[in-house]
Structures are given as structure tokens and as C-alpha cells.
């Protein structure tokens, strides 16, 4: 968690000395072209040392419509503790009690129902905005590339140019015993495949609120991740995105899964 904890430091220390960040100039570099912003890195939301712990590409950030580039934006942080501390306690600084609490945020709300089925994270089920601090601090969620960028498609950006992000967030995964690793989005299953050593497809139909069920399949994918000399034991959740969907229901499906495998 150290060495996460200190490149997270390093590239704090480029944006606040130079306005960029050297990894990222690297990687647009490799790519060719300006794919991610350089400045106004985003790591990771929460607890580094979290049981539960969701996986995400990377933030979002809209390029200018006059240059057509990425705004090149100065650190508001004095320094690098404070911009750590903002993100460690990120759900305190929006929702706690001595917040504003004029954050709003529809994706908070949509983690609440997806993972409150999974019975890991402490809500109290009647303050929402309690739950909204408890679903962002007390769990990890990190950015697999903490450069943002516009979209992210995976066959323009490389492989070759991912792998040192992956080792990173493996690595940082890796370095204690998690209750769930979950990672949002269809991609992964790309992304990860030189490192899966074991794969298992679930496929399911959601219920809807008018106690119908879905015309189309739903899925998670659970995999063995083997990194250095460790099993990291995941799930991919190709659907998590979709907008629309029963994403409370597609919390319980998980929750079922996990529950029979704890039971055999």
C-alpha cells in the first residue's frame, strides 16, 4: 500500500511543481495523441484498506469545445496530505454531518443499492446521507488509469500501454485480504484476460419492479487473478454501467452467488 500510496505522491508532486503529470505524458505519448488530461489526477475514493473494493477505467473529463484539448487545471490543494486526505474521506467532506451536503450525486446513490445486498458495507438503511458517506469511505474504489479522458476505448489506448496500471492496482489489491473485488464494466474482461487463470460465466435475468423479469441476460464473471505469487478472486460486472437497469436486483443476484459459494 506504500508504493501505491507514493506514486500517488509522485505524480501529486509533477502536477503541483509543473501542471502535468509525467505518466500521463508518457502514455499520450505511446498513444499518440492527447487521449488523457494531463493534470488533475484522480487515484482513488475511500479506504486503501478496504474488505470491499470496486474497480473502475478512470474519470471522467471533457475536453474543451474552443481547443478541442484538455484544460490543463491547477492543484487547489496545499499539499499532499490534504489532496490524500480529500480523497481518503471524500464521503465525509460531501455527506458528513459538517458538509454542505448539497452534493448530489445519482452514481452515489446507485452504489448504495447495488452493494447494500451485499451486506459488507455498515448503512443504517433510514439516513441517506449517512449511507452516501458510509458507500464512498468504507470501501476502495479505484481509477485503473487515474488520468481522466473523455470515453476510454480499450483497443485505442493498448494493452501495452494499460499493463503498468494494472500491475499498480493488482499490486494494491494484493496487498491484504478483501472480502469482494469487483470490476465495473464488460471491458475488464479484456483488460484482464492475460491474467485470469481461472473464468466462470453467470448468466441470469433480473427482476423488474412491476415483478417482471428482463428479456435480456445479465451476467458476472468470476475469475482467479494470478499476480506475483497470489490469487486475487474477483468478479467482473459487465452490466454495471448500463443505464436503466435493476441495479439492486443485480446486487442480490451477486449476493446469491457469493452466498452459494460460501455454502458448498
Known amino acids: 500500500m506504500e508504493e501505491f500510496k507514493k506514486n500517488i505522491q509522485s505524480n501529486f508532486n509533477e502536477w503541483k511543481e509543473h501542471g502535468k503529470c509525467s505518466q500521463a505524458i ?71 454531518k459538517n458538509s454542505e451536503r448539497t452534493h448530489k450525486s445519482p452514481f452515489d446513490k446507485k452504489q448504495i443499492r447495488f452493494l447494500k445486498p451485499l451486506n459488507i458495507l455498515p448503512f443504517t438503511g433510514n439516513d441517506i446521507y449517512k449511507d452516501l458517506e458510509i458507500v464512498i469511505d468504507n470501501k476502495l474504489q479505484i481509477e485503473l488509469i487515474p488520468f481522466g479522458s473523455d470515453n476510454f476505448n480499450y483497443n485505442e489506448v493498448g494493452i501495452k500501454n494499460i499493463e503498468p496500471f494494472i500491475d499498480n492496482i493488482l499490486s494494491l489489491i494484493a496487498a491484504k485480504e478483501r472480502k469482494q473485488v469487483i470490476f465495473c464494466g464488460r471491458v475488464f474482461d479484456s483488460i484482464l484476460n492475460d491474467y485470469v487463470s481461472k473464468k466462470k460465466v453467470h448468466e441470469f435475468k433480473l427482476q423488474k419492479t412491476d415483478g417482471t423479469f428482463t428479456k435480456g441476460d445479465y451476467h458476472f464473471i468470476e475469475i482467479d487473478i494470478k499476480h506475483n505469487d497470489k490469487v486475487i478472486k474477483a468478479v467482473i460486472a459487465p452490466q454495471y454501467a448500463m443505464q436503466g437497469m435493476p441495479i439492486e436486483q443485480y446486487g442480490i443476484q451477486l449476493n446469491r452467488l457469493l452466498n452459494n459459494k460460501t455454502s458448498k
Open 26 to 96: 508518457e502514455l499520450n505519448k505511446n498513444i499518440g495523441g492527447e487521449y488523457f488530461c494531463e493534470s488533475n489526477p484522480h487515484f482513488f475514493t475511500g479506504d486503501l484498506a478496504a474488505d470491499l473494493v470496486l474497480v473502475h477505467l478512470n474519470p471522467k473529463r471533457n475536453k474543451s469545445k474552443v481547443s478541442g484539448k484538455y484544460n490543463v487545471e491547477k492543484p487547489r490543494f496545499n499539499s499532499f496530505e490534504e489532496y490524500f486526505d480529500y480523497f481518503r474521506y471524500f464521503g465525509r467532506y460531501n455527506y458528513g
